[in-house]
């Protein structure tokens, strides 16, 4: 089994702000999965579904974001599951609204959700689904800029990330972290073309 956790804040106030974006995610993957049927389970919304052949559990802890690992901790204890078996979509400052990154692993990166599942799991050896929010605007706060909705133009930004992200993360789970990425990661422009681009230009 797979758990495919969503980190964000519970409750109708904070749906629309950058820090639910990993719930935004797991709603997205319920719905194209045709899932409804949600529980209670461990301070958490759950969904039991199948990727392929792969069971999966959708989650979406309800401990407010700085103690997903509470929820996420105790889920993988019940399953019997380790670290490998997770993936954990979360909102990310230090990329650009809208865009995507997949990991195999890593530390939280100032990521209080994050910090939480590393807390409560002992390992980092679990996928991430960043998802890009942005740096807070000048004069801003790190907590205003979480807690804050999207402008208009970058909602639109974010919902093309998330339908983008729904085959990939399928992806992480029928054929694994690596192809994912490989497949899903944003390319990086060769720097030897761009230097042979920017001749020709001059």
């Known amino acids: 089994m797979k758990v495919i956790a969503g980190l964000g804040n519970p409750g109708k106030e904070y749906e629309k702000t950058k820090h639910n974006v990993g719930f935004r995610l797991v709603d997205a993957l319920a719905s194209d999965l045709g899932v409804t049927d949600w529980r209670d389970k461990f301070e958490a919304k759950v969904a039991e579904t199948r990727i392929g052949t792969e069971k999966v559990l959708l989650v979406k802890p309800q401990t407010y974001m700085n103690e997903s690992g509470r929820a996420v901790g105790p889920l993988l204890s019940w399953y019997k599951l380790g670290a490998e078996d ?117």
């Not at 002992?122 to 402008?151: C, K, M, Q, S, Y």
């Not at 998330?162 to 990661?185: E, H, I, S, W």
Request: with cysteine; aromatic share 4%; glycine share 10%.
């Open 86 to 202: 997770l993936i954990v979509a979360h909102d990310d400052m230090d990329i650009p609204v809208g865009t995507i990154r997949l990991r195999h692993k890593g530390s939280a990166g100032g990521h209080n959700g994050i910090k939480s599942i590393l807390a409560h799991v002992g390992d980092e050896h679990f996928a991430r689904v960043r998802i890009g929010i942005g740096r807070p605007h000048a004069g801003w706060t790190v907590v205003n800029h979480v807690l804050a909705p999207f402008a208009a133009e970058e909602d639109a930004q974010v919902n093309e990330a998330v339908k983008y992200l729904v085959p990939a993360v399928k992806c992480m789970v029928t054929d694994g972290v690596d192809v994912a990425m490989n497949r899903y990661n944003p390319k990086k422009a060769k720097k030897k073309k761009a230097k042979t681009e920017g001749e020709n230009e001059a």
